[in-house]
């Protein structure tokens, strides 16, 4: 994992000085997407370019999946066409891992029902290293906060943080946190907000059938006025309901040096770039 940080560190200090080496030159990456996706797709779109490969892409809507068609059979068919990996985002937990026994090729996982979402996890470590100027995490105290229980962003980041040396709190009402993760937890976001030098508010998923009170904003939101009081790192996923789990004046990039939300986005097509090249470069 450390090393995937640094290497997508390396690409980030680049910039557009990096002169590829095309370690993708020759190779398809497909990107299998069953579910929606603005940034893992397109970042994942843009490392393969940057690094001297093509793509296809094959989203769910308009795939045969819409037949009936199992997502290992289509990953078989993506598979006798010749290209040299896939990217794989669905609905089922298992999913990416249910293709990556069936295929002969590298398989990276673009974010699997309510648990995982690895390389999310492993952009925002890199977000954090660069802003607390770390090769790892100790000492960083982290808040997730929100809608943990249909999260793969905080099951992930739960576990890389923690490699990477930091403590994570999770913050959220008690129907939105369940005990069975590793962490500690709390209720009281402001009194977590004191202790933490980095907070990653999530989506509330309602498309999950999330359901939150009127207070939930008060209660959990990173509002303009609880914002005034902290001054560490503002992370959020994307994407994100303005106005419900952060104010619209706190998303908003200018508000603060602190907001990395789209550090974030750009720590992605890095880390992207880090991870295809170790896969297939
Ligand atoms: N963070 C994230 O996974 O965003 P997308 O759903 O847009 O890819």
Redesign the pocket.
């Known amino acids: 994992m450390v090393g995937l940080v640094q290497r997508a560190s390396h690409f980030l200090d680049a910039g557009d000085r990096y002169e590829p080496s095309a370690p993708l030159a020759g190779k398809i990456i497909a990107n299998l997407f069953m579910e929606?996706?603005?940034?893992?797709?397109c970042s994942f779109t843009i490392a393969t370019k940057r690094l001297g490969g093509d793509y296809i892409d094959l989203l769910g809507g308009t795939s045969s999946a819409s037949k009936g068609e199992s997502l290992v059979d289509t990953a078989l068919n993506l598979e006798a066409m010749g290209v040299a990996a896939m990217v794989v985002r669905c609905t089922q937990e298992s999913g990416p891992s249910d293709v990556a026994q069936t295929v002969g090729i590298p398989v990276i996982n673009a974010?699997s029902g309510t648990t995982a979402?690895p390389t999310?996890a492993l952009l925002d470590a890199v977000a954090l290293t660069r802003y607390f100027g770390k090769e790892d995490l100790s000492g960083v105290h982290v808040a997730i906060v929100g809608d943990i229980a249909h999260s793969r962003?905080a099951r992930s980041n739960i576990i890389g943080l923690t490699k990477l040396g930091a403590t994570v709190t999770l913050v959220g009402p008690q129907e939105l946190v369940p005990d069975d993760l590793d962490c500690e937890t709390s209720v009281d976001f402001d009194a977590v907000l004191q202790d933490v030098s980095a907070c990653m508010m999530l989506r509330v998923q309602f498309e999950r059938d999330a359901e939150v009170g009127e207070d939930y904003r008060e209660k959990f939101g990173l509002t303009e006025a609880r914002a005034k009081n902290y001054s560490g790192a503002i992370l959020h996923?994307?994407?994100m309901n303005r106005g419900i789990e952060i104010d619209d004046s706190v998303a908003n990039i200018e508000s603060s040096p602190h907001n990395l939300i789209l550090s974030q986005v750009t720590c992605g097509v890095a880390t992207r770039m880090a991870i295809l090249e170790h896969l297939i470069g």
């Open positions: 929606n996706s603005t940034r893992t797709r974010g979402h999310q962003v996923p994307g994407p």
